[in-house]
């Protein structure tokens, strides 16, 4: 008898481990969300610079459009539009016809620039399946690291990837997340910017140029060995929100 309530207790502690994994990720994915205060731009325009392109990014009950918008040199004020209705290009004010295959190519480069600059929000998806894995140091501080993976279904074109994230324990911002596609990355936050209680979060993204492989899970560990290398910064300016 005694044997059978050890098992009973095991199997329901086992089961409340990892019952909870997933709540408490959640749980800091919301936190996260309220810390830069992206609970709070339902229905607003928000206006960014981003590598000589502006961006203006509004969500309002299940309903989304991204833009962007720059001047090129040959084609003159070129215009890309994603929304619920699909990609469209305007140059000059004028509808652009496409290829399918351009489409997808714009459409793709726009949508991953704003769910970047949109991190954690974008972690409330439908498709994201989220994990907590472990509390980690990071340059003397506690890390709460978060898996993501992706249901195929409304998965985009991350749904095969895996990302890692490391909230800090106290106050939940998300300093630092890794990811697979195009290659293993590693970003570290850079400094805010901030406008009418929103923050956006600018990065250095890094990669491994080590010839020793290391799990892109254990990465945090190449950064606090300084054995990144920098590959480009990610800097937003200019950041505007509207009613």
């Given at each position: 008898m005694r044997h059978?309530?050890?098992?009973?207790?095991l199997v329901l502690f086992t089961f409340t481990l990892s019952g909870c994994s997933g709540e408490?990720?959640?749980?800091?994915i919301d936190k996260s969300i309220a810390f830069y205060g992206m609970d709070k731009i339902e229905?607003?325009?928000?206006?960014?610079?981003?590598?000589?392109?502006?961006?203006?990014v509004k969500q309002h009950k299940g309903n989304f459009y991204y833009e962007s918008?720059?001047?090129?040199d040959s084609l003159g004020l070129v215009?890309?539009?994603?929304?619920n209705h699909g990609f469209a290009r305007e140059v000059n004010g004028r509808l652009m016809p496409l290829s399918g295959k351009d489409s997808v190519k714009f459409a793709e480069s726009l949508n991953s620039v704003v769910y970047f600059a949109f991190?954690?929000?974008?972690?409330?998806?439908?498709?994201?399946?989220?994990?907590?894995?472990?509390?980690?140091?990071?340059?003397?501080?506690?890390?709460?690291?978060?898996?993501?993976?992706?249901?195929?279904?409304?998965?985009g074109d991350h749904y095969d990837d895996t990302f890692y994230f490391w909230f800090d324990a106290r106050d939940k911002s998300m300093d630092y997340f890794a990811y697979s596609k195009g290659g293993d990355r590693f970003r570290a936050g850079n400094g805010l910017i901030r406008d009418k209680g929103l923050y956006?979060?600018?990065?250095?993204?890094?990669?491994?140029?080590?010839p020793e492989k290391t799990a892109l899970k254990d990465y945090y560990k190449l950064f606090e060995q300084d054995k990144l290398s920098t590959l480009s910064y990610i800097e937003l300016r200019n950041l505007k929100v509207s009613d």
């Open positions: 059978h309530l050890i098992y009973g207790f408490n990720a959640n749980k800091i229905g607003k325009t928000i206006e960014f610079d981003f590598r000589e392109k502006h961006f203006k918008s720059y001047r090129d215009k890309d539009q994603l929304s991190l954690p929000l974008k972690l409330k998806d439908e498709a994201v399946r989220a994990k907590f894995l472990r509390t980690v140091q990071i340059k003397g501080s506690d890390y709460l690291q978060v898996e993501v993976t992706f249901a195929k279904e409304n998965g956006l979060q600018n990065y250095v993204n890094l990669e491994n140029k080590n």
